[in-house]
Structure formats: C-alpha cells, structure tokens
C-alpha cells in the first residue's frame, strides 16, 4: 500500500466515523434531546482536528495519482459528510435561534413587568411603580 493510499483509507475511516457522530447528532436534534450529542465528546472533537490536518496534508496532484476506486471512495465519502454537516449545521442553528428567541421573550417580559406604570396624569405626578415582591394593605386602622 503506497503513503497516498494509507492516507485515503485513515481520511476515509476518520470521515465515517464523523458522519456517525453527526447522524448521532441529528437524531438526538430531532428527538429534541440536545443532551444527547456526539459532537459534544473530546475524542469526537480530536478525531475532527486530526480529520482536518490530515485532509489539509492531502496534495491534490498526488492524490490523482492514487487509484480510481479508491478515489471515488473518498469523494463518495466526502460528499456524504458535507451533506451531513450541512444537516447538522442547519438544525444547530434552528436550536440555537429557538433558544434565542425564548431567552429574549422571557427578557421583554421581565423588563416590561419591571418597567414604571405610567399613567394619563400631569407630568408632575410620580409615575406608579409596583412593589418588588407581595404587598399586603389593611385599611382597617
């Protein structure tokens, strides 16, 4: 096995073992268990750095040279991992702006019960402000 060909077959390893994570990811998304996810995992992460350097090493010109069916392996392979990332990504960011938006409603809402009362009075008049936790008031004297 020449040096090219080891290095298709560890990208090609390194890649599906990412696409199980991600697919991992994207059922644990849709199930509504962000707990759940592989990409979360230090090794997952490290497997990810390596995958990067490793297909950054990758000379196009040599890769050429490496057999046809191996070839179409790795872009076979490569082609389902961004398709898979880009699902990943997509459903990511639907979270990240779902929990965003909730984050920011509940925001609004305390400041608006916090904000001052005001009322169709003369500008002179103090504006009511309510009281910051249970009031009780006796007229009873």
Known sequence: MTAEAGQFELLIAMAERLIEALEADIAALKAGR???LRTLDPEIQRLSAVYGREAARLDPARAKAAPAELRKRLF??????KDALGLHTRLITRM?????????AVAEEVERRRAPFTTYSAPTAKAYRPTKGAFVYNKVV
Do not use: L, Y
Request: aromatic share 6%; charged share 35%; net charge positive.
């Open 34 to 36: 962000p707990q759940d």
């Open 76 to 81: 076979s392979v490569t082609s389902r991992f």
């Open 96 to 104: 990240r702006r779902a929990s965003e938006g909730i984050v920011k």
